[in-house]
């Protein structure tokens, strides 16, 4: 089961309590965008196995979005942040990198 604790309210709720919401940190695309980049924004995810950074609504508490860090293949949480943060914050980062000393982040590159 996984578990999150929702970083506006501080409670730890199981994912019966919360919403899945996707991917984060995906960059939108303007009016300046070409189809095939905005045909990506849309329908292109990483569906990752290992790493991944979501977003999670808390629908049985605060009704908030917010973002988590996770392992895909294990379940092991890095942590959990507010949705308006552009970047997983640094101890989240600290946290992967000590644990998955491989992993390489490609957030910037989307
Ligand atoms: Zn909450």
Redo the contacts with the bound molecule.
Sequence with gaps: MLTLT??????S?EETELHPGGEAHLTRVGPQGTDEEFEGYLFARKNAKGVHFERWR?VY????W?LAARCTATLQVFGTYKAQTPHPPADIVAAIRQARPDWNPDWTTR
């Design positions: 929702c970083p506006y309210c501080g409670i709720a808390h508490g605060c009704g908030k917010f």
